[in-house]
């Protein structure tokens, strides 16, 4: 297996919760973020999650990751959006042939879809690998070959790696059903989400 890093980008601020933290909601009586990353570290793989360095989310997703053994690193600039998480990411990393990045609203991606994406990257290391739904629709997890990490370490904006990845030969591994394109981020979408398990 190509030697692998995982980044969840946990710094962003929820503002679409009308004041709760979505990443701090239950499935199973875990927070989301804590399942996430313990998925993440079952893979094998060295895990990184981003937290914002301050503000009134930062206890409660550091408690979140307690006894986790995977690395917080609290940044600074988390107002810039997604691009300070891949930024931070792509400097901390060290030398692996790859970093995924996996959000941490997904609740319906898989220890399986991890495999998955992890063993498509392995075939061709020098090339991107981007999830999509049954259907072809492009979601997440991302993979990024360690040649990109230099062009992530200076990303600016909220569009995250989707500007480098137009420029390049993606391959594409299709996740079971809508794995790769559920993403929370409302009251309105957890209870969607809840009513259709």
């Excluded at 692996?96 to 399986?112: R, W």
């Excluded at 200076?154 to 059903?177: K, M, P, Q, W, Y």
Aim: hydrophobic share 45%; proline share 7%.
């Amino acid at each position: 297996m190509s030697e692998l890093a995982i980044l969840i980008p946990a710094a962003g601020a929820s503002r679409r919760m009308q004041g709760a933290d979505k990443l701090l909601m239950e499935i199973d009586g875990e927070p989301i973020l804590r399942r996430t990353a313990a998925m993440a570290k079952a893979t094998g793989a060295q895990v990184i999650v981003t937290l914002p360095n301050s503000g009134p989310m930062l206890p409660a997703r550091r408690t979140a990751l307690m006894g986790l053994s995977v690395r917080a690193l609290e940044i600074g600039d988390y107002h810039d959006g997604m691009a300070a998480s891949l930024r931070a990411g792509a400097r901390a990393v060290g030398p692996v042939e790859g970093l995924m990045v996996l959000l941490p609203d997904m609740p319906d991606v898989t220890p399986e879809d991890l495999g998955k994406l992890i063993a498509v990257f392995a075939e061709d290391p020098t090339r991107p690998v981007r999830a999509t739904a049954e259907d072809g629709t492009e979601g997440h997890p991302v993979i990024f070959p360690r040649r990109l990490f230099q062009e992530m370490s200076v990303l600016t904006g909220d569009r995250g790696g989707r500007v480098i990845l137009d420029e390049e030969n993606v391959r594409f591994c299709a996740l079971s059903g809508r794995n790769a394109v559920i993403d929370l981020d409302t009251p309105e979408d957890w209870q969607a989400w809840r009513d259709r398990r």
